[in-house]
């Protein structure tokens, strides 16, 4: 490949005349990477720096405007045996970046003002059983409030500002009644101080903050690694795309630097990276991973083709179109925005708690302080004990009992080669009882293989697939996976529209179309025996072999299907491909209820009717007919080379050939969901206990420490239990050949 | 006990201190890749020249 690719719109131009740009790596594997990628690249001439980021793989490379292409780099790192790909930082990564960085300030302002408060409280609790004068108490209580007030004013904010958020859309959730917590023991503590009392609150307010942030930072860095590693894959597949341009010559672009008019042309066996139409040439596309369907469609002048659609026989010239112009993204997104807006907003596992917690404790609190005014104690001590046990019950192990939880799992799920976009999947996903996959690109692999390969002669079978390399057909491309010799024939020539032949041994091989190979009546039986395969001949002097190609299932859907089976979940096939098509794959699953042909909004009336049975439907697809679908499914999985519409729409994301993923990601999931519930169990028996013994007075600033930390190291050592057995590295699934699906039914 | 008056300001200056540092440190992107300092200790890159 002599063609590089025009990096241009990802350099930033400095002001200083140096050029910047970000790549994301493939292939770093250990710490010597760093100095070979960094050294290296410094070699290079008109380079001011570059630095690696090991932790999320990516590289900051900056030279001096004008004295090197962008390309030079890439080529550079691809000789030292690295694969760059241009890296676009997206708007949430920055937004959370930013996030996590605050949480941290937060973080360290509330670590600091907690160790030194209590440092302040530990001398001011032994003083009051031995000799304190109160003078130093009072001196070491404003000295508190000194600390107290400003750190909480700064670390609060985030709690501050999500209770407002609630409260603004006359909602509670679990940020309003620790809100109302702090600052009511705050300024109760603040008054005592003033009146010189023996006790006061600032050491737990300020420790209360600490563990809730710990359990929002925690939970925030999960999902920012999570989300690195899923945008540096998105970048592997930066899509590129052939721009003719004004002179007629012809450069090799990234799609994002496409303009709607610009003319692309598309060759055979290329996948198309944009959506347009056609202005000239004529092809079979294969439409698999937009729509589902496996039929090639033939398209001419004049035909919309959408990206990711395969391009087979013919060179094509397209007209790029705007983004989401053309009948099927139209509707797509119609059905999009209809199913967000039907999308009923989940109310997270916490927040309902909360829903109930905060009205009973707050009740319990009024009603502390009525009895102990009724029963004769002066309003001071009744308000006294009244914010005592607001301050006991302020949720601090409620708060902490499902964050951690996700956190902990999540860890595990990331583990597993599952990544998730959104934080409340777990409660979700643990309702799940019935499951629905798309066929083609879910169940199936997303790439051809040959199904037939069993029944040819090995040596024929070798020679073939070495052949195979010399070609960039489709077919050819499924035939040469099965190369166990991977350097391609000398003198292999490719014959456009016909197939590739290389003479070897004195004899000529030819791989390509039936015709070419003059195998045209044992193409006819093969295509007898199965209709929905696409064949590729092969002959090697006399002999000739005809392999039949087309999408296998995962390697382990069966055992899979099966397995969740056995959890009791029912598990459906809604396909956009033909009938005939989806059959045998539900047979040899054993999936009894199917269908095909379904439409984007067939797909949603079907999960509607379910949901209306009362199900909870976990979706699992990856074209975009299915992103629909997936938003509107109770909570959704698409495999990692799905649509990127459609992987937005997911609430997860899995990895590799396999289907294990989807099964992995359940049982977390219910593990997860598990531990939840306990935590808050927990949170609830440790309310039962302290609320009482608050109500009767007995709760001093040293007991409300002790049980609040008590409790939430509690909870949070539950949490790790989250991680499992099952928390080892699945390694990378060798690359085994696909079991192609039985016949018949 | 009126060492008190000038020894717990100090304590609490001194705690200043380390938060500011660790402040300091976060905004000059030292957490940004943690792994990766953590390799490049080993870095022999000053023994090249």
């Known amino acids: 490949m002599a063609e590089t690719l025009d990096l241009t719109i990802y350099v930033k131009r400095q002001d200083d005349g140096t050029a910047h740009l970000d790549l994301a790596i493939e292939g770093i594997d250990c710490a010597a990477c760093i100095d070979e990628i960094e050294g290296g690249l410094c070699k290079l001439p008109g380079i001011v720096g570059a630095r690696l980021n090991y932790t999320n793989h990516r590289l900051a490379v900056e030279w001096r405007d004008g004295q090197m292409s962008p390309a030079a780099v890439v080529a550079e790192l691809h000789r030292l045996g690295y694969r760059a790909h241009p890296f676009k930082s997206r708007l949430v990564e920055e937004e959370e970046d930013r996030r996590a960085k605050w949480l941290l300030k937060c973080l360290a302002v509330a670590g600091f003002a907690s160790m030194n408060i209590m440092l302040l409280a530990v001398s001011v609790w032994s003083g009051n059983v031995t000799d304190i004068t109160p003078e130093t108490r009072d001196f070491f209580h404003w000295l508190a409030a000194l600390i107290a007030l400003p750190a909480v004013a700064y670390a609060g904010q985030p709690f501050f500002q999500s209770a407002m958020g609630a409260l603004r859309n006359r909602r509670t959730n679990m940020d309003v009644p620790i809100i109302i917590g702090i600052l009511l023991a705050l300024s109760m503590s603040v008054v005592e101080t003033i009146n010189s009392a023996e006790h006061t609150y600032f050491d737990s307010v300020v420790m209360l903050l600490f563990f809730l942030l710990c359990g929002r930072y925690l939970d925030q860095a ?151 005014i009724v029963t004769g104690a002066s309003v001071h001590d009744a308000l006294l004990t009244a914010i005592a046990v607001l301050i006991i019950t302020c949720p601090c192990a409620l708060a902490l009992a499902v964050p951690v939880v996700q956190v902990v799992a999540s860890g595990a799920l990331f583990r597993a080669g599952v990544f998730l976009n959104a934080g409340d999947v777990f409660e979700r996903l643990a309702r799940v009882d019935t499951v629905v996959f798309d066929k083609t690109g879910t169940l199936t692999l997303p790439s051809m293989s040959v199904v037939d390969a069993g029944n040819m002669h090995p040596d024929l079978l070798k020679a073939a697939s070495r052949l195979a390399l010399s070609s960039h057909h489709p077919l050819a491309t499924a035939v040469a996976q099965m190369a166990s010799d991977c350097r391609p024939y000398d003198d292999a020539t490719e014959e456009p529209g016909c197939g590739v032949r290389a003479v070897v041994d004195g004899r000529e091989m030819r791989l390509g179309s039936p015709a070419f190979c003059d195998a045209q009546v044992l193409a006819d039986q093969a295509v007898a025996s199965d209709p929905f395969a696409s064949v590729i001949a092969f002959s090697w002097g006399e002999e000739q072999i005809v392999l039949l190609v087309r999408q296998a299932l995962r390697p382990d859907a069966a055992a899979i299907v099966q397995q969740l089976r056995q959890r009791g979940l029912d598990c459906r096939i809604l396909s956009g491909d033909r009938p005939e098509a989806v059959a045998p794959i539900a047979a040899a699953l054993g999936i009894a209820l199917w269908r095909g042909g379904c439409k984007p909004a067939d797909k949603i009336a079907m999960l509607e009717d379910l949901k209306a049975e009362g199900r909870k439907v976990l979706m699992v697809g990856d074209g975009l007919n299915d992103a629909p679908a997936l938003a509107s499914a109770h909570v959704s999985l698409s495999p990692i080379s799905a649509a990127d519409l459609t992987q937005a729409q997911a609430d997860a994301v899995f990895l590799g050939d396999r289907l294990r993923p989807v099964l992995s990601t359940i049982e977390i999931a219910c593990r997860a969901h598990r531990l939840m519930r306990q935590n808050l169990g927990i949170a609830l028996i440790y309310n039962l206990i302290a609320v009482p013994l608050a109500f009767l007075g007995f709760v001093t600033p040293l007991v409300a420490a002790l049980a609040m930390s008590g409790s939430s190291s509690l909870v949070t050592l539950n949490a790790l239990r989250a991680r499992g057995r099952a928390s080892k590295p699945i390694p990378e699934a060798p690359p085994s050949h696909p079991v192609p699906a039985a016949q018949g039914a | 006990m009126e060492v008190l008056i000038y020894l717990v300001p100090m304590a609490l200056l001194l705690g200043l201190s380390g938060l500011a540092a660790f402040m300091w440190s976060l905004k000059s992107g030292q957490y940004d890749d943690v792994q990766g300092a953590a390799v490049r200790v080993l870095s022999d890159d000053d023994m090249r020249k």
């Not at chain 1, 001419?300 to 959408?306: A, L, P």
Request: no cysteine.
């Open chain 1, 222 to 372: 999960m999902r920012r690694k999570t989300r690195a590693v899923a945008s540096n894959l998105a970048s592997f597949r930066t899509e590129v795309a052939h721009r003719i341009e004004e002179n007629g010559e012809i450069a090799l672009m990234p799609t994002a630097a496409l303009k709607s008019g610009d003319r692309v042309l598309v060759r055979p066996g290329e996948r198309i990276s944009v959506d347009g139409i056609v202005i000239s040439g004529s092809s079979d596309i294969d439409e698999s991973l937009v729509t589902g369907e496996t039929a090639h469609r033939a398209v001419m002048v004049d035909s919309q083709v959408y990206a990711g659609s395969m391009n087979y026989n013919g060179t094509l010239t397209l007209t790029v179109t705007a983004a989401g112009k053309g009948t099927l993204l139209d509707e797509v997104e119609r059905l999009l925005e209809n199913a967000a807006t039907a999308k009923s907003r989940y109310v997270q596992l916490a927040d309902r708690v909360a829903k109930i917690y905060a009205p009973v404790v707050h009740a319990a609190a009024a009603i502390t302080a009525v009895t102990w």
